[in-house]
């Protein structure tokens, strides 16, 4: 048997609300942020979203590489101690998962369930990785460089190590770090250790872990990743388009105490402060976070931005009166983007960047 996965590509319907075990496995896996984290600029290691399609490598960085390869005047590899020794930039970058959002989706997606949690953001070091690919000296005739990690599985039947590719004008526009810390920490293995590219203002899949093979090619990438998934489609026969730049999106950190299992949340009664993160892709500044209780929407107060590439900080006092009540947030960002209050349909559930909605019981009487 060579390839034990061939399958028809066709992926089963899912019911609302409904998860196989499959899916669970999934959502074991790839954890989520805790919501009560966005309270903090910077997500705590261990608290920050998890996406990994295939296994973790176990990588020795004392023998890892990273191999400059193809279509290169002056290929190279670099070792770990090679890598730490360039000039070192440690930058605050938010990361969502373009999956985020998909079980608000009808009908989902048969994938990793997320709901709001994928979102994250961290202080990551390491380097720039333009001067290496000046360095390598790409050929004239390169169209894009390819990222490759060392993680492989199958995905639709197609056996494939993880790997995504950006052309030469992305990585030096886009500012794309080569990382190999995370919170002052070297990266934990789950997170790519010993090695990442992280692309600031994309969704994450970008953000290749467990990097192996920097390639310079002179045809458009191929790989599975980069063309057989993360493209929005609104149907099967929809060639699509390319996942890239993170849409404008907020969140709030739910208020009051939980019910463990359905996490409806109880409020006292009285002045609250409701606070939370907004963010956008490409660099995009927020310029209006809004707070609605029952669809009665005021301007919130924003607050720094915590990098260039990071999330910004975002409080509104809210008068919490007795009753039920579902709480909003919604940003704008200075391309005139405002979030919109229903999914956008995706084939695939990718880029749901609808607000979020937080159902609060508040009590008739403090207690
Ligand atoms: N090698 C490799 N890189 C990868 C992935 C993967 O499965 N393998 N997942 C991608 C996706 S879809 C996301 S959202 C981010 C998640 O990064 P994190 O797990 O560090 O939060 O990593 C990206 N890089
Ligand atoms: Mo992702």
């Known amino acids: 048997m060579n390839n034990p996965f061939v399958n028809p ?116 070091t390491g380097t720039p990785l333009a001067p290496l690919i000046k360095r390598a000296r790409p050929h004239s005739e390169v169209v894009e460089i390819s990222f490759t990690g060392v993680d492989y599985g199958y995905d639709a039947g197609v056996g494939h190590y993880f790997g995504r590719s950006l052309t030469l004008n992305q990585i030096r526009n886009l500012e794309v770090l080569l990382v190999y810390d995370m919170n002052g920490q070297p990266l934990l293995p789950q997170h790519g250790a010993p090695l990442r590219i992280i692309v600031p203002g994309w969704y994450g899949m970008a953000s290749v872990k467990w990097l192996k093979k920097v390639e310079a090619l002179t045809e458009p990438f191929l790989g599975f990743q980069q063309t057989q998934t993360y493209r929005f489609r609104q149907s099967a026969d929809d060639e699509g388009q390319p996942v890239t730049s993170m849409r404008v999106k907020s969140l709030m950190v739910p208020p009051g105490v939980p019910d463990w299992i359905s996490r409806n949340r109880c409020i006292e009664p009285g002045k609250i402060t409701v606070n939370g993160r907004a963010w956008s892709g490409a660099g995009k500044k ?75 019981f508040v009590k008739d009487h403090n207690c």
Not at 69 to 94: C, W, Y
Not at 107 to 122: C, D, I, K, L, Q
Not at 299 to 317: C, H, M, N, P, S
Request: with cysteine; net charge negative; aromatic share 10%.
């Open 286 to 360: 927020i310029t209006k976070v809004e707070f609605a209780s029952n669809g009665n929407w005021q301007a919130a107060e924003i607050l720094d931005q915590v990098g260039k590439f990071a999330w910004t900080g975002w409080r509104y006092q809210w008068d919490a009166k007795p009753g039920k009540h579902v709480l909003q947030c919604r940003a704008s960002d200075e391309s005139g983007e405002t979030q919109p209050i229903t999914p956008p349909w995706d084939l695939a559930g990718f880029g749901n960047n609808a607000v979020q909605s937080v159902t609060v």
């Open 9 to 124: 590509k066709k992926k089963p319907d899912t019911e609302d609300g409904v998860y196989d075990d499959f899916e669970r496995g999934l959502a074991n896996r790839n954890s989520g942020t805790l919501l009560e984290t966005l309270a903090l600029d910077i997500t705590p290691l261990g608290a920050h979203y998890l996406l990994t399609h295939f296994d973790t490598p176990i990588i020795d960085s004392n023998e890892h590489q990273l191999h400059f390869e193809g279509a290169f005047e002056n290929p190279f590899h670099l070792d770990m101690r090679q890598i730490r020794s360039l000039p070192k930039v440690t930058m605050p970058i938010t990361l969502e998962c373009s999956g985020n959002g998909r079980t608000k989706i009808s009908p989902r997606r048969y994938s990793m369930p997320w709901a709001y949690e994928a979102v994250g953001t961290s202080e990551w």
